[in-house]
């Protein structure tokens, strides 16, 4: 959808990001958003199609929206989206416990000292 509208504004930019976060939340919708291979991309200009000399995936795309596309919070999003297709679940799972066990140590350490 992106890809289609390269002039889009930042409310559509921001619904195909939620779709794409949901489609890539399994496995097999992450590995066919690394695996895409766009036939033709607008030039620099926009003003004619061309074969595109990289073969980065979605990913590429994600990082060439237009400005027009952009919204508060975009970059985050992205980075969000990329931590989900790229880190494999264990790796993901142990990070989130300890992103959990460290809140925890921090409330810990600020209450106060029972005298003995």
């Known amino acids: 959808l992106l890809y289609a509208f390269p002039g ?3 409310g559509l930019a921001l619904a195909g990001l939620q779709i794409l976060n949901r ?3 399994t496995q097999i919708g992450a590995r066919a958003f690394l ?3 766009p036939r033709l991309m607008l030039d620099a200009t926009g003003s004619s199609l061309k074969a595109p000399p990289e073969t980065a995936g979605g990913m590429l795309l994600l ?5 027009t596309a952009s919204f508060a919070g975009m970059l985050q999003t992205i980075a969000d989206l990329a ?11 142990q990070r989130m416990e300890n992103e959990i ?6 409330q810990v350490k600020s209450l106060p000292a029972k005298d003995v």
């Open 8 to 10: 889009a504004d930042s």
């Open 35 to 37: 695996d895409y291979q």
């Open 23 to 25: 489609l890539c939340s």
């Open 101 to 106: 066990l460290a809140l925890f140590t921090q």
């Open 83 to 93: 931590v989900m297709i790229l880190e494999d679940g264990p790796v993901l799972q």
């Open 63 to 67: 990082l060439r929206l237009a400005k």
